[in-house]
């Protein structure tokens, strides 16, 4: 069956370090896959897509990599800040070229303390 | 603001009962998704539209479980006869051709 994996448990940064969090899936093969943002109580925020055949997408302070040899993407927040704490979800998407829904991991809860 | 909304907020009700969330999209997004989340856990996938067309429906989607979307609008979900294994956050998104999924707030739904 599909499986993704994310970190499991938070992490915790300090502020101005670069914050890095994992996304590994097995039994996909994704179009592409996407990195949310989310906080207590709210629907998750879109923040990046990246595509099969890309490797690096960035915006901002945000980078994001996509191996899909290793079916690993890795997101990156420089110079992080505690604005930044919150749960990032990664999502893969567009598998055999449909607009289903999302697969999402659990999410990694990202702490940036002062 | 144009962005995903999404009725109640919040609902409590007791075993047995059924509820109706409503999901109002971005104006003009012709695809509308629903997932649900529970704690700890990311977004579920449930079911999808295509402007009124039902496409897509997650084996999740037990038969107490129905939704639809009229006019290619808003959406509605609805529980029948819900249980406690029902409780979770239930989240609307919508898009247009592109994959970016906008989400709205989400009902928080407890079954007693």
């Known amino acids: 069956s599909q499986k993704i994996e994310q970190n499991s448990e938070a992490l915790n940064i300090q502020e101005g370090k670069t914050a890095t969090l994992t996304c590994n899936y097995t039994n996909y093969s994704p179009a592409y896959l996407q990195w949310y943002r989310q906080d207590p109580g709210r629907g998750p925020v879109f923040l990046l897509l990246i595509r099969e055949n890309e490797k690096e997408k960035r915006k901002e302070r945000l980078k994001v990599t996509f191996d899909t040899t290793l079916k690993q993407s890795l997101f990156h927040i420089t110079a992080s800040q505690p604005a930044d704490s919150a749960t990032y979800l990664c999502?893969?998407?567009?598998?055999?070229?449909?607009?289903?829904?999302?697969?999402f991991g659990k999410g990694t809860h990202l702490i940036i303390q002062p | 603001d144009t962005g995903v909304s999404q009725n109640p907020r919040h609902k409590i009700t007791k075993r047995g009962q059924n509820v109706t969330f409503r999901c109002d999209p971005i104006?003009?997004?012709?695809?509308l998704y629903w997932y649900r989340q529970t704690l700890g856990q990311g977004p579920e996938f449930l079911t999808y539209?295509?402007?009124?067309?039902?496409?897509?429906k997650s084996r999740l989607l037990s038969d107490r479980f129905s939704a639809e979307r009229p006019k290619g609008s808003f959406s509605t979900l609805e529980i029948q006869r819900t249980e406690q294994g029902d409780s979770a956050m239930y989240l609307c998104?919508?898009?247009?051709?592109?994959?970016?999924?906008?989400f709205g707030p989400g009902t928080r739904l407890l079954v007693l």
């Open positions: 998104a919508s898009t247009t051709g592109t994959e970016t999924q906008y």
């Open positions: 999502a893969l998407g567009g598998e055999g070229g449909g607009a289903d829904g999302l697969t």
């Open positions: 539209f295509q402007n009124e067309a039902q496409l897509e």
């Open positions: 104006s003009e997004h012709n695809r």
